[in-house]
C-alpha cells in the first residue's frame, strides 16, 4: 500500500498511500542542503515471502536521517509495542507496513513516530 515516489524535476521525493494517490503529506526535497533538513519520512515493512516461506523485513528512509530512524525503529520494544496498540488484532501473523516520520535535530534523526499503519 505505501511506497516511495520521486518527482526529479521539482526535487521531491515522498511516501504515496495507494490509497490516497496524488496526495504528497510525507515528502521531502531533496534539493535543499541536508544541514537543512527538519523532517524525514520511512517505511517498515513485514512480508510474508510463499517462496522462501519465511518472513522478509525493510526498513528504509527517504533520506539518510529516515533509514537511521528505521534501524532504531526495528531495535525498539517500544516501537513495537506502539504497533501493538494500534494494529487490529492477529496482526502478528500477517503482512504489516508502517509509515513513520522522525525529527531531525542538529543532523541527528529523533525517535520514530508512527504515522499509519497498513495490516492485510
Known sequence: RFTYQDDRGAGEAWIEDAQK???REWKVTYHAPYSTFDEDYGIVSRVWDPTTEHL??????IASYGTIAAG???VSPRQLAMIAERAPSGWEKKSVQVVFATKVFNGNAGPPRILAIHVW
Open 21 to 23: 494517490p496524488g496526495q
Open 72 to 74: 532504531e525503529f526495528l
Open 56 to 61: 522478509v523485513v525493510t526498513a528504509s528512509g
